[in-house]
């Protein structure tokens, strides 16, 4: 089992920066890829990005250019910096996990909030 706990989220004006992070514990060796989400009221759950074990990165395009995604193995922690927030970026972002048997795990979320 592995458990994610989400932090990081709050309010932001339009332009501003914000970083979410997310802690696993339990069987963390079994990770391969973590990624972040998210989803606003009314939409479906998307993806946002994804780090392997390698560190490869792949990104949505709403988000390319402006959030940056990054993972630190020895705090088993994964980051989402995120830059030049847009109204649309408002949503819970959750943080997830693959392992190596492709269980998927989900963190509880956290609520981003871009508003003036």
């Known amino acids: 089992q592995v458990q994610l706990v989400e932090s990081g989220g709050g309010l932001v004006q339009p332009g501003g920066s914000l970083r979410v992070s997310c802690v696993a514990s339990g069987s963390i060796a079994s990770i391969t890829i973590m990624g972040w989400y998210r989803q606003a009221p009314g939409k479906q759950r998307e993806l946002v990005a994804r780090?392997?074990?390698?560190?490869?990165?792949n990104y949505a395009d709403s988000v390319k250019g402006r959030f940056t995604i990054s993972r630190d193995i020895a705090k088993n922690t994964v980051y989402l910096q995120m830059n030049s927030l847009k109204p649309e970026d408002t949503a819970v972002y959750y943080c997830?996990?693959?392992?190596?048997?492709?269980?998927?795990?989900w963190g509880k979320g956290t609520l981003v909030t871009v508003s003036s």
């Open positions: 780090i392997t074990d390698s560190g490869f990165t």
């Open positions: 997830k996990a693959e392992s190596v048997n492709m269980v998927w795990y």
